[in-house]
Nanobody, 123 residues
């Protein structure tokens, strides 16, 4: 599965931003599409995921309420809407696809990754 993330950019604290992940290739094998984020020197952090066919959503407890994931099966995209952004949300955001049903939260369960898109939140 090939993934292309887009929509990153710079925003002031309290603002909103939307990310999109376009999937192509063997999308019929996808169980979950997830978003993760990473800052220098830290491990990749789970943000949110969605089951590709059922549409069930999963969120990091610390981000639930500010971030919302959705998918459009017709367009093969998974979108992440982020509101009330904080400077600590600054990171490179990656989308990923899991083709096994080992759970949505661990980056180890995702075999295919997009290139990442930078989100910068200024105070």
């Amino acid at each position: 599965v090939q993934l292309q993330a887009s929509g990153g950019g710079s925003v002031q604290a309290g603002g909103s931003l939307g990310l999109s992940c376009a999937a192509s290739g063997d999308i019929f094998s996808v169980y979950y599409v997830g978003w993760f984020r990473q800052t220098p020197g830290k491990e990749r952090e789970f943000v949110a995921a969605i089951s590709w066919y059922g549409g069930r959503t999963y969120y990091s407890d610390s981000l639930k309420g500010r971030f919302a994931i959705s998918r459009d099966n017709a367009k093969n995209t998974a979108n992440l809407e982020m509101v009330s952004l904080k400077p600590e949300d600054t990171a490179v955001y990656y989308c990923a696809a899991a083709t096994t049903d080992w759970g949505p939260n661990s980056s180890a369960n995702y075999a295919d990754w997009g290139q990442g898109t930078l989100v910068t939140v200024s105070s």
